[in-house]
T-cell receptor, first 117, second 109 residues
Framework: NAGVMQNPRHLVRRRGQEARLRCSPM?????VYWYRQLPEEGLKFMVY????????ESGMPKERFSAEFPKEGPSILRIQQVVRGDSAAYFC???????????????FGPGTRLTVT | TQLLEQSPQFLSIQEGENLTVYCNSS?????LQWYRQEPGEGPVLLVT?????EVKKLKRLTFQFGDARKDSSLHITAAQPGDTGLYLC?????????FGKGTRLHILP
């Protein structure tokens, strides 16, 4: 079974450009989470999606950030007009079930390290 | 406000020593997970605890969930350099999963 796939692993963007981060969940998982991690920090929840639905985006900045999980294809985290403060590691996780039902263990991808120059 | 407090933030000990790290909250969680993250990689799930007072063992690692389901501990016996990493706890409450900031553990050979 392939694990959670994320690409690219490293992404360099200049200020003002767009960053698109992709995440393919584990086979059979229909729940995807995106997190941001700054150096020496824990994981900060951004958004929780199911196929074609945003369930919880309470951790997403109000501007420039968006996420989708289409019926076909990977989940995409999109950051428009990047700024230096967006530099971080972005992790995607997938789960076979929703929080509150059973054990919502999450399986993480290797992350995308975004550097804004 | 950090809902899950992990302590210590950093711990550096010699190979062969024992250690305990803690994950504390004033809130009740329906389940709690521990993850380990190595540099440049994503977190890897170690264990899930669900029942208050539950103890789970994974080789030299012992995980305990507090009776009130508000806190947890991870005890490592005879630490090895391979145990080096960031240990994260995550609690589930109200359909949300909340991560602590982690304990960064460094085992010296």
């Amino acid at each position: 079974n392939a694990g959670v796939m994320q690409n690219p692993r490293h992404l360099v963007r200049r200020r003002g450009q767009e960053a698109r981060l992709r995440c393919s969940p584990m086979k059979g998982h229909s729940h995807v989470y995106w997190y941001r991690q700054l150096p020496e920090e824990g994981l900060k929840f951004m958004v929780y999606l199911q196929k074609e639905n945003i369930i919880d985006e309470s951790g997403m900045p109000k501007e420039r950030f968006s996420a989708e999980f289409p019926k076909e294809g990977p989940s995409i985290l999109r950051i428009q007009q990047v700024v230096r403060g967006d530099s971080a590691a972005y992790f995607c996780a997938s789960s076979p079930r929703i929080p509150g039902q059973g054990f919502p263990e999450q399986y993480f991808g290797p992350g995308t390290r975004l550097t804004v120059t | 406000t950090q809902l899950l407090e992990q302590s210590p933030q950093f711990l550096s000990i010699q190979e062969g020593e024992n250690l305990t790290v803690y994950c504390n909250s004033s809130s009740v969680f329906s389940s709690l997970q521990w993850y380990r993250q190595e540099p440049g990689e994503g977190p890897v799930l170690l264990v899930t605890v669900v029942t208050g007072g539950e103890v789970k063992k994974l080789k030299r690692l012992t995980f305990q969930f507090g009776d009130a389901r508000k806190d947890s501990s991870l005890h490592i016996t005879a630490a090895q350099p391979g145990d080096t990493g960031l240990y994260l706890c995550a609690g589930t409450r109200d359909d949300k999963i909340i991560f602590g900031k982690g304990t960064r553990l460094h085992i010296l050979p």
